[in-house]
């Protein structure tokens, strides 16, 4: 349940779209990004057609099943097949 909790966090931590996190001292901060990630609502499939395969793959987790798929420079995470979120990587 932890890790759900984390995972929301950072999920209203990204609001924005284009947006990375960085941790600060006293919390976390959003910084503008140019990057571009997988938006909201797509399929596994069609992350994998418009970006490749992933570096790694970690398996589903929890009950809804969320999962990950790791990028260069970003990663994505899936509730069952869709994307919930995008999370541009400290550069």
């Known amino acids: 349940m932890r890790y759900r909790n984390l995972l929301l966090a950072a999920v ?3 609001g924005l779209a284009g947006a990375e996190t960085i941790a600060v001292d ?3 901060a959003v910084k503008e990004s ?4 997988p938006a909201r ?3 596994m499939d069609q992350v994998a057609t418009k970006f490749g395969t992933p ?3 970690v398996p589903a987790v929890g009950n809804p099943p969320i ?3 790791e990028y260069p420079g970003f990663i994505v995470y899936f509730e069952a ?3 919930i979120h995008s999370v541009v990587a400290n550069s």
């Open 67 to 69: 999962s990950r798929w």
């Open 12 to 14: 209203l931590a990204c």
């Open 55 to 57: 570096v790694t793959k």
């Open 81 to 83: 097949d869709h994307v």
């Open 26 to 28: 006293n919390g976390i």
């Open 41 to 43: 609502g797509m399929t």
């Open 34 to 37: 140019d990057v571009v990630t």
